[in-house]
Every structure is written in structure tokens, then in C-alpha cells.
């Protein structure tokens, strides 16, 4: 029976991976370290061998972010059974964070860490996905997005061909150094993402109005992504995912126009969910 | 004073060496008096990115035996950038040279040296302006991540996101899924995983440009129509935000991007934008007129 095994469920995340290992209900330990990203960290793969082979899990589930498509999944997990012995169930982050929010049941969880995602499950079926396109294409309303946004309408500000506003002095303050030198940063290397957040959190802290426009630009974005999940899956509850819903005035315009609620168990939890799972998990964790 | 009636009084035979160089290529003129005597193309040249490329610009002014250089480089941003060019460039040549960024000679070249704006749009977009006391005005150019608004990556990452919308479900049909399918592969969402891949490769995005303008002229596709007017619409507000500053200066378009019929039409229609006179190599000889003309007066005087 898989209930007396070791089950490691993994969530490794853009901005950090958390892990929970378990052996029927009981909590047998936590682990982190650091992002993996298939799309970005070329040692994602190495990282979680190294993980499960630390836990001795024998049975595995994992939301890895940056999977895509059905092909790459069986590729990832054979590639990850072969090295480990363990077996192993993965989904993209999303899923597993779907899996966790509703305990296994029906809903719409929207995901706003470092990159942005909706996904919803109507309980049986494949799992219907909104955005979640990276940080170079979409991720609207993410961390990611907020920052960007603010350095872009500073620098606009600051050129004069957006409206004026406290957003350059803001912008400066939160990375410690001009405009110019932050354009340079960010260019340097695309995949560090530091520069941004670091604006992000101060943008988080402010009360200027050109600082709480983004924000709520940021909440408009993510109530699209829940609504247009509802439109074709129909009245599901929804949930909220991610270090941006703690900035109270994006998680307050938020609950304002879909009634989420938080999740009731983390995504690490969805993922052991996704490892042990019934049958309607295994179902959701289909790629489409 | 302007540019044109000073050197030439000076000294009439001088032989000038323009450049324009970029990250996707360069081209250089020899004028001698107001003639071109000479054309010379080089490969791409960005001082950021290719480190011989102060010695391939020394090469090409020692090779040319010309009196003095201009040079228009893709990548210096600031006086510092140019003072460093200019530091290593003259251990390898004692020619006088002048050293600016590639906006700056396009302007020049575009109204032969008189007061005037362009906006650049190629990959990236810029606008650069200078007013009949030489004042010059930088605007937009904050790169792909940060602005770049209505350049050939952003049209392109524009057209992507549109695919992607289409197979979301959460937007409308458009044919900017084959444009986009036809580099990328029938799936639209390997273009994700390609594009993040090479985070840095924006010709992956701007190369779909002319595509999608082909596709628009073969069938009416409200999207991709929809890019390209915003396109302008962000270009127009860099013109807009140089003659904010600098005065009711006329303004040219300089780029790949204003090739796009709709966007030229729109642009157009928002700024009264005039074609350039000139290319930006030419206008690398005039910056060199003017500043090595500067530099002698200096000198004239001590």
C-alpha cells in the first residue's frame, strides 16, 4: 500500500522550493532550497535528485514550474526515476498548488509569487490554464510584473513621456542607486530577477498613488485571470496562491471581486496529494 | 551657428570618416568635401558586447588615411562610455575622432545637420532631437525588459502574447498564431519555453515582425492591426515628448519597424513625420565636422 511509504511532495517554485516529507498522516520532516525553474536553472534537474535521494522517499510528487507539455513531463520524470529509484509523479507548480488550496477538490486557484498563473479543476477532467507565459511574455499582475511596471512608469515619468509622479524617487531609493544604472542592472542578466523584487517591496510599502495604481493594475490582472477561468469552467470557488496576495491593497481589491480565500493546505501538500492521489488528482495533474 | 557653414570654410579638401555602427551592423562612408568617395560595410559592432571592437574601428579609420573620424557606436550611453572609446581608440590612432551613440548621428544625418528629431525604432526604440543651439534630447531607449515600447520586439512579443491568448481560449482569433506558429512550430506554446530559453536572442521576437505585416496584408486581422496602431501610438509619444522639450522641431522615422506600412501610415498621421534626409553614417561625418571643427577653434584660439 503507498500510505506506509516515505512520500516527498515538492514544491519547487520560482522563488524558492519547499518540500514536506510523510508517512501516512504523520509529518516526518520539512526541507528547503533554492528556486528551480526548468525554463531558467539548468541544475533544476540535479537539485531534486539530490533532494529525494537525501529524503530516501520512495514515492514522489512535484509541481516543477516550467513544465509544458506532456512530452517534457515523461521525459523529466523518467529522467528522475532512473536516477533516484523513487516513483515519481510531477504536474507544473500550478496543479499541485490547485491540489493544496482545495484539499484534493473542485476549484480555481490564481498564483502570484515571482510569476503569475490560474489554473481550475471542476472536479473531473483536465486542469484549464489561464497566463503563466514567464516573466518575458506575460505573468501579469506577478511580482515580477509589479516591478517591472514601476521602473518602466519611472523611467517614463522621468523622460516625461508618461505622467509625473513619485515613482523615480521610489524606484531609486528601494534598488540604492539612479535610474540609469538600474536599466543597465535589470539588461545585465534577464534571468536575475533581485533588482525588480527588491522595487517590488518597496512598491509594496508605499503609499504614493502612482505605487498603489500599479498595485491595483496588478489585482485587476489577476481577477481577469479567475474570472475568465470561471466563464468557461462555470462558478468554481477560488483561491490565492503567493507572496503578492500579501500586499493588502492587491489581496483586498482581489477577495472584493471573487470571494477567494486562502488555500487550505500549501502546495507541498497538494504535491504529496498529487503522489498518493485518487483518481480525479491524477486526472488534474494531466498536462493539456 | 550651424553645422554645414563652418568646417568646410577651414579646410575644403578634409576626408571625413563616418560610422554607424550596430548590434546588427555597420556601415561607414569616406566624404571628401561634400562628396562620398567611399562606402565600406562592417559587421555587427557593439562596443558592449564584441571586445574587438575598438581595434576593427582603428583598422578601419588607419586603412581609410582619413583626416579625421565620426562615430555613431550602438551602446555608449553617457559622456563617460564615449571618453572611454575615444581613451582606447587613440592608442591605436592619433586621427581625431569624435565619439557618440548611434540616435545622436541619425539625427544628424536626417536633416544634414540642421535642428530636427528621429525616432528610431528597429529592434529597440529610441528618439533622439536637437535644437538649433545643438541642445540634444534622449528619449525612451530603456531597453527590451524595461521600455522599448512599440520596437520590433515589443511588436513581436506582442504577436506571441496574442497566440497565446488565442490558445488560452481568453482572446480572439488572429492570424498572429501561424505568424508565430511558422517560426516557432504548430504548437504555440513551445515559443514560451524557445523564448525563455534565450532570454537575451530578441531577434527571436523581432524577426516576426515582417511577418506579421505579410500576413495583415494578406487578410484583414483586427489583432495584428490593433500591434501595429499601438506600435505607432508609442512611437508618436516619443516625438511628442521631444518637441515637448525642444521646440516644434520636425521629426523623422529611422528603423525597420516604419517599413510596416500601418505603423508608417499611423505615425505619420500623429507626428507629421517626414522621411530622413539622410542616413545615420552621413550624419556621423557632420557630428565629426562639427566637433573636430569645435576642437580647432579650441585650439585656434590657445
Redesign the interface.
Known amino acids: 500500500m503507498a500510505a506506509a511509504k516515505l512520500v516527498l511532495g515538492i514544491d519547487a517554485g520560482g522563488g524558492s522550493t519547499r518540500a514536506v516529507l510523510m508517512r501516512e498522516e504523520e509529518l516526518v520532516s520539512r526541507h528547503s532550497t533554492g528556486p528551480m525553474n526548468l525554463?531558467?536553472h539548468a541544475d533544476a534537474s540535479d537539485r531534486l535528485v539530490a533532494l529525494i535521494n537525501e529524503t530516501n522517499a520512495e514515492l514522489v510528487g512535484v509541481g516543477m514550474p516550467?513544465l509544458?507539455?506532456a512530452l517534457q513531463l515523461l521525459k523529466f520524470t523518467h529522467d528522475v526515476k532512473q536516477r533516484t529509484g523513487a516513483t515519481v509523479i510531477a504536474a507544473d507548480d500550478a496543479t499541485i498548488g490547485l491540489l493544496g488550496a482545495f484539499a484534493g477538490g473542485p476549484g480555481i486557484v490564481v498564483i502570484a509569487g515571482t510569476g503569475s498563473v490560474a489554473v481550475g479543476w471542476p472536479g473531473k477532467g483536465r486542469v484549464?490554464?489561464?497566463?503563466g507565459?514567464?516573466?518575458?511574455?506575460?505573468d501579469e499582475g506577478s511580482g515580477y510584473w509589479i516591478g517591472?511596471a514601476a521602473?518602466?512608469a519611472a523611467?517614463?515619468s522621468r523622460?516625461?513621456?508618461g505622467p509625473k509622479s513619485g515613482l523615480p524617487e521610489i524606484v531609486e531609493r528601494a534598488a540604492g542607486t539612479r535610474l540609469?544604472e538600474i536599466?543597465?542592472r535589470?539588461?545585465s542578466d534577464?534571468?536575475d530577477r533581485k533588482q525588480v523584487s527588491k522595487v517590488t517591496r518597496a512598491l509594496a510599502a508605499s503609499t504614493d498613488p502612482a505605487a498603489t495604481a500599479i498595485l491595483e493594475e496588478a489585482a485587476d490582472h489577476l481577477i481577469a485571470m479567475a474570472k475568465?477561468l470561471q466563464a468557461?469552467m462555470g462558478d468554481l470557488p477560488v483561491a490565492m496562491v503567493g507572496g503578492v496576495f500579501e500586499i493588502p491593497i492587491v489581496s483586498r481589491r482581489f477577495i472584493a471581486a471573487t470571494d477567494a480565500t486562502k488555500p487550505l493546505e500549501a502546495p507541498e501538500f497538494g504535491a504529496v496529494r498529487l503522489a498518493i492521489g485518487d483518481r480525479n488528482a491524477r486526472d488534474a495533474a494531466l498536462v493539456q | 551657428m550651424t553645422l554645414t557653414d563652418t568646417p568646410r570654410t577651414s579646410s575644403p579638401a578634409r576626408r571625413v570618416l563616418g560610422v554607424d555602427a550596430g548590434g546588427t551592423g555597420t556601415r561607414a562612408v569616406v566624404v571628401e568635401g561634400d562628396q562620398v568617395v567611399d562606402r565600406i560595410e562592417l559587421g555587427p559592432l557593439n562596443i558592449l558586447l564584441h571586445a574587438d571592437s575598438a581595434a576593427r574601428l582603428a583598422a578601419v579609420i588607419s586603412e581609410t588615411g582619413v583626416d579625421g573620424a565620426g562615430l555613431g557606436l550602438a551602446g555608449v550611453?553617457?559622456v563617460g562610455d564615449a571618453e572611454s572609446v575615444l581613451a582606447v581608440l587613440r592608442t591605436h590612432t592619433s586621427v581625431p575622432i569624435a565619439v557618440t551613440d548611434d540616435s545622436e548621428v541619425a539625427v544628424l544625418g536626417a536633416f544634414d545637420g540642421k535642428s530636427g528629431g528621429v525616432v528610431i525604432a528597429g529592434t529597440g526604440s529610441i528618439a533622439c532631437g536637437r535644437d538649433d543651439n545643438g541642445r540634444v534630447l534622449r528619449?525612451?531607449g530603456?531597453?527590451?525588459?524595461?521600455?522599448d515600447d512599440g520596437a520590433g520586439y515589443w511588436i513581436g512579443?506582442e504577436c506571441?502574447?496574442a497566440a497565446?491568448r488565442e490558445a488560452?481560449?481568453?482572446g480572439p482569433a488572429t492570424s498572429a498564431t501561424a505568424v508565430v506558429q511558422q517560426v516557432f512550430g504548430d504548437?504555440v506554446?513551445?515559443?514560451?519555453?524557445r523564448?525563455?530559453?534565450f532570454?537575451?536572442d530578441r531577434e527571436l521576437l523581432s524577426c516576426l515582425v515582417p511577418i506579421a505585416a505579410a500576413a495583415a496584408d494578406a487578410v484583414a486581422d483586427e489583432v495584428i492591426e490593433g500591434i501595429f496602431t499601438s506600435a505607432a501610438a508609442h512611437l508618436a509619444?516619443?516625438a511628442d515628448?521631444l518637441r515637448?522639450?525642444l521646440g516644434p522641431i520636425q521629426v523623422a522615422m529611422v528603423g525597420g519597424v516604419f517599413r510596416v506600412a500601418t505603423v508608417r501610415a499611423a505615425f505619420v498621421a500623429a507626428t507629421g513625420a517626414v522621411p530622413a534626409l539622410g542616413p545615420p553614417e552621413i550624419g556621423a561625418v557632420r557630428y565629426a565636422q562639427l566637433k573636430l571643427h569645435e576642437e580647432m577653434a579650441v585650439n585656434d584660439r590657445s
Do not use: C
Open positions: 525554463l531558467l516550467g509544458r507539455n484549464n490554464r489561464v497566463g507565459h514567464g516573466f518575458l511574455l506575460g517591472r521602473i518602466s523611467l517614463r523622460d516625461g513621456t540609469e536599466v543597465m535589470v539588461h534577464a534571468t475568465s468557461s | 550611453q553617457s528619449v525612451g530603456h531597453g527590451f525588459l524595461l521600455g512579443r506571441v502574447r497565446l488560452d481560449g481568453s504548437d506554446r513551445d515559443a514560451v519555453r523564448i525563455h530559453e532570454p537575451t509619444r516619443l515628448t515637448k522639450h
